[in-house]
């Protein structure tokens, strides 16, 4: 049979943000696979070079709506290395309980667009609105639904409150039930098992070679969880449960995710209880001290890393963020080409890519809108218009 | 024929129960399927035009109405044309044989059950010509699907609707329909057909679970992919006749149709209200449908006809068979 | 002696002289090589120490090399550094030890303009397809446009 | 619960019911639940903001020691410094602002105070500088 080729984005309605999958299709069965990730322009790493590390805290937690506690902790954990100072243990648990919150927001946002790209509208809906209880919280602890802006150079920004951290128990509550129930449609509904089992087939060895992170790891069977591996801020001291699923395929994504949703529960519960008293914030000056660092942080996606090479001054001389879904990109390759056991349907291609959890704008961070030496690059507004009335006649 | 009794035949056909009245009826009906859709997941759905929104499929159609013409460069311009139409005026005669305020609808004769049968495969067949028609590698995938789906679940649509013609010793809709005066068929041995009707009608309708054709989040909108405008209006305007004419055909085979409790005088009023209560009751059923499921693939949905439905309907027809 | 202790000295033992420089955090080890042994240290740390993950790769450009830094590691961490020269920029691949490694060194290409001998698949990765060749943004020489602060509307 | 039909080791038909119900039962009570949508610009009244919430910034000038703070640690250079009758102040463009709330952190008199005012759009960009 001959194949032909589809274009998967850059546009598309299962995609929530630009990529180009090339598909190589026979009849209804991919048989190849190109990706294209150049279409988000926004050059953070180098703008991070032209701002001080205070500065650049707000345009780090940028670079990711969804993860961007994470984001914003690892960048301070990482910026805090290059201080030699003590941090307070009470930030420390507060850091764990802002970043937990936004684990479990991540989660069920990615359920519901799980559920949308198997067509499943009505999961969609449910796990959306439910989700508005963690960000309801997240506003009142934070001050704000999406940049948080919690974690801080030297601490966090607020302390919490025992009403709000009262509330916030309670609202665990809430989120605990209707996880569970999600477990059980997701563990019951037939039409979920029949979309999701088997397919997107992620064998350990592959999971492995490509380096794959986060959730993706872990439902191949690895117990990889940098939490767990190389503890930072107070997850040393907060138990908790590495989940793990051998179906190696979406299902077993579908699943450890929304066991780690109970997981994160669980740990919140246990950081509230055990809350240190003291300080939350410590001043620190503006400039670090020569020298390199790096962290390592469990995002809602995966391994996400930060590395900077400081020189003494305010500002870093090489900042460089890796995000969990460059990890990733390989094993979706391996996913969407799998041959032996599954071949994958078309139909498959949109929940198989949502299952490594994608955020594109993270991915391709490092690029540039405004370029200076390319030669045809600066185009005024004039250039364009222009442009676009010669496209119009 | 008298100029008078010629008057009223256009007006039947034209106003009620005839084109205007199915017209008003499909946008009531697409109203009440995403209003019922939204309620059942928390939603608000259709709110500003009209009162709750009631309007806004007409303005939805509008809308369309007085978009830009677009034909792609590429496309067979006259398969392009001629499919929204064809479909168009398909439903709409589909419609005519739908028993709405009497016994019979506008058109009745003998074997009209056969037709609407016909008609049910024709949509289908326009849907795979409209997607071949644009040339589109998505509207080409859609068009195959529709085919592969059709093959799924003609079959057991087909055991389904003859069982209860076998019930009722008849082809004609008006018979089926006198011969639920005592019991409805779906009280009766003809519940595994009912339920065999709604998931082909679903399948007829390309509604999640069995909306393929069009998947979203696969290919984009599938074979209607390159349809905008007046094109795409006639197209949605269709699929809500599509879905009138399915509802009521469920109505009528299964749940006695216009039959109710009458004042004697006033039947015609009395009936078309059973009839709008009926398949709406039905409509309601397959919205329930629509949110319960997540899509299903083109192979699950094939092995899902033939593993599920058509033995449900072998065993239905079986069974009408042992009683009559 | 910590497990980063033992690590970096049996390191020490069988490469001997080529590992220029080490330094120790916790639960991570900076090393650096010469770059002839750049893939061989990397080898022996996936194959001999079960290190297959690599978390990422960085380079950095200097002021008289670009530094390329191989970061391995589950648990405990090892990143491997190398010096590469600023203008012919040129290192072997680690593509068939880490298949996972093509998109980090597909980045480095893009934006540092390092070659990597070796790579099965040498294409742009994060720039866009119509970008000029031969420029690369995170090198010290590329200028953005708004390194200035803007001008700001004070009290207009 | 579960019907099924076998014939001899083929099951010709299976079908588990509890397994659709615990959807259907979620769907049902949702039927009589409130909408979870709130009807934002004709409901303003539901909407929930909470303490702290950082929205357009307020300034007070009397508090203000012209320290400059503010304007070290302002990413988006929101902030421009001038000079009037008192000394130094910071101009605020709040059409660059990104609402981060740093100087608020760091202004060491509390003379900058992110309030619960949300609806910041307006027509004129003078509108957007607080002085």
Redesign the interface.
């Known amino acids: 049979m001959s194949t ?1 080729d ?1 274009p998967i984005g850059p546009q ?3 995609l929530p943000e630009p990529l180009l999958l090339k598909l190589e299709v026979e009849g ?1 069965s991919v048989v190849g696979v190109d990706f ?4 988000m ?1 926004r ?1 953070i ?3 991070l070079e ?3 590390y ?6 780090v ?2 670079i990711c709506g969804i993860c961007n506690a994470a984001h914003g902790l690892c960048y301070t954990l990482n910026v805090e ?1 290059l201080y030699d100072k003590e941090i307070p243990s009470r930030a420390q648990y507060l850091r764990v309980v802002v970043e937990e919150l936004s684990r479990i927001h991540s989660h069920l946002l990615w359920l519901g667009v799980a ?9 969609f ?2 796990t959306w ?1 439910d989700r ?1 209880h963690v960000m ?1 919280m997240l ?2 602890i934070t ?2 639904r999406v ?1 948080t ?1 919690y974690s ?1 150079i030297g601490g966090v ?2 302390d919490i409150s025992p009403e709000l951290a009262e509330k916030l128990l309670k609202t665990m509550d809430v989120v605990e039930e209707r996880t569970k ?1 999600y477990i ?2 997701a563990l ?5 098992a ?2 999701t089992q088997g397919v997107g087939y992620l064998s350990p060895e592959d999971a ?5 992170v986060g959730p993706v790891i872990r439902a191949s069977g690895i117990k ?1 969880d940098v939490r767990a ?2 503890p930072y801020a107070a997850h040393d001291e907060i138990p908790f449960n590495v989940i793990t699923y051998d179906s190696c395929d979406v299902f077993g994504r579908i699943i450890v995710r929304a066991q780690e949703l109970l997981e994160c529960v669980n740990m919140i519960r246990y950081a509230l209880k055990n809350l240190p008293s003291g300080p939350f914030r410590i001043k620190l000056p ?1 400039k670090p001290n020569a020298g ?1 660092a ?1 962290t ?1 942080v469990e995002a809602p996606r995966g ?1 996400l ?1 930060h ?1 900077t ?1 400081c020189e003494g001054t305010p500002k870093p ?2 900042y ?1 963020v ?1 995000t969990p879904t ?2 990733n ?2 094993a979706l390759r391996a996913m969407l080409t799998s041959k032996g056991r599954y071949v994958v ?6 929940i198989i890519y949502g299952s490594i959890d994608p955020c594109i704008c993270c ?2 961070r ?3 809108i ?9 185009w005024t507004l004039d250039e364009i218009r222009n442009m676009s009335k010669k496209v119009k006649a | 024929m008298s100029l008078e009794s010629y008057l009223i035949e256009m007006l039947k056909v034209l106003v009620f129960p005839g084109f205007i009245f199915i017209f008003i009826l499909a946008l009531f009906y697409e109203w009440f399927d995403r209003k019922f859709y939204a309620k059942l997941q928390n939603r608000v759905g259709p709110l500003y035009a009209g009162p709750f929104g009631i309007l806004q499929p007409l303005a939805d159609l509008i809308k369309l109405l007085s978009k830009e013409d677009i034909v792609p460069k590429g496309v067979d311009r006259m398969l392009f044309t001629a499919a929204p139409l064809f479909s168009l005026t398909l439903s709409i005669f589909a419609t005519l044989l739908l028993p709405i305020f009497s016994y019979k609808g506008i058109l009745s004769f003998e074997g009209d059950l056969v037709i609407t049968v016909v008609l049910l495969t024709f949509l289908c067949i326009i849907t795979f010509f409209a997607g071949i028609a644009s040339y589109n590698r998505f509207a080409i995938i859609g068009a195959e699907r529709s085919f592969l789906q059709l093959i799924g679940y003609e079959i057991p649509l087909m055991i389904s609707v003859v069982s209860v013609a076998l019930n009722a010793h008849s082809l004609s809709i008006q018979n089926i329909v006198l011969s639920q005066k005592n019991m409805w068929y779906i009280l009766g041995p003809n519940i595994l057909g009912f339920i065999v009707f709604l998931f082909a009608a679903q399948a007829e309708l390309e509604r999640i679970p069995f909306d393929l054709p069009e998947a979203e989040q696969e290919i984009i909108a599938g074979w209607n992919i390159d349809y905008s405008g007046r094109r795409l209006a006639m197209f949605r305007l269709a699929k809500n006749i599509e879905l009138v004419f399915l509802c009521g055909l469920a109505a009528t085979l299964f749940l006695g149709g216009p039959l109710g409790p009458v004042v004697p005088g006033y039947e015609a009023i009395f009936f078309t209200i059973y009839f709008i209560i009926k398949s709406i009751f039905v409509l309601a059923i397959l919205t329930i449908v629509r949110a319960l499921f997540a899509r299903l693939r083109i192979d699950q949905i094939v092995s899902f006809s033939w593993k599920y439905l058509l033995p449900l309907a072998i065993i239905q027809f079986l069974i009408v068979r042992l009683i009559v | 002696m910590s497990f980063e202790e033992s690590l970096l000295n049996e390191l020490k033992s069988v490469f001997g002289e080529n590992i220029v420089e080490s330094k120790i955090f916790k639960r991570r080890i900076f090393l650096k090589v010469s770059p002839e042994y750049y893939y061989k240290v990397v080898e022996f740390l996936v194959k001999e120490k079960g290190l297959y993950h690599l978390e990422t790769m960085t380079a950095t450009e200097l002021k008289d090399y670009i530094e390329i830094i191989a970061h391995l590691g589950l648990s405990t961490s090892v990143s491997v550094k190398t010096a590469v020269d600023k203008n012919s920029p040129k290192i072997v691949s680690l593509c068939n030890l880490i298949p996972g490694a093509e998109f980090y060194e597909r980045e480095i290409m893009d934006l540092m303009g390092v070659e990597f001998d070796g790579h099965p698949n040498p294409k742009r990765l994060v720039l866009p397809q119509d970008w000029p060749t031969g420029v690369h943004p995170l090198r010290k020489s590329f200028e953005t446009r708004h390194n200035q602060p803007l001008r700001n509307v004070g009290g207009e | 619960m579960e019907i099924s039909i076998t014939f001899g080791y083929h099951t010709v038909f299976d079908c588990e019911v509890d397994r659709v119900m615990s959807m259907l039962s979620e769907l049902l009570k949702n039927l009589f639940k409130k909408r979870a949508t709130v009807l934002y610009p004709e409901e303003k009244d539901k909407v929930h903001v909470p303490e702290g919430y950082r929205g357009k910034l307020e300034f007070y000038r009397e508090k203000c020691i012209g320290c400059t703070l503010c304007y070290q640690v302002c990413p988006s250079y929101t902030i421009e410094i001038i000079t009037d009758e008192k000394g130094k102040r910071p101009v605020f463009n709040l059409a660059r602002c990104t609402y981060c709330g740093q100087c608020e952190d760091i202004c060491p008199t509390k003379s900058i105070h992110l309030t619960k005012q949300f609806e910041i759009i307006s027509l004129d960009k003078k509108d957007l500088v607080v002085k």
């Open positions: 032909f589809i598309h309605p299962a209804e294209d990730v150049s279409y322009h050059g790493e180098k703008l032209t701002k001080t205070f500065q650049g805290l707000p345009l937690e940028r290395k559920a949308f790209e198997i067509g499943f509208n009505t999961m809906m449910y609105r508005e309801d506003e009142a001050g704000n940049t802006e801080q920004r607020r129930y059980k449609v019951t509904e037939p039409t979920i029949k979309r492995k070679a490509t380096c794959s990889f591996d190389d503006m390199e790096l390592r391994e890393l590395y090479l001389y090489r460089k890796r460059l990890a990109l390989g349907n078309i139909g498959d291609v949109p991915t391709a490092v690029q540039f405004d370029v200076k030496k390319g030669k045809a690059w600066t």
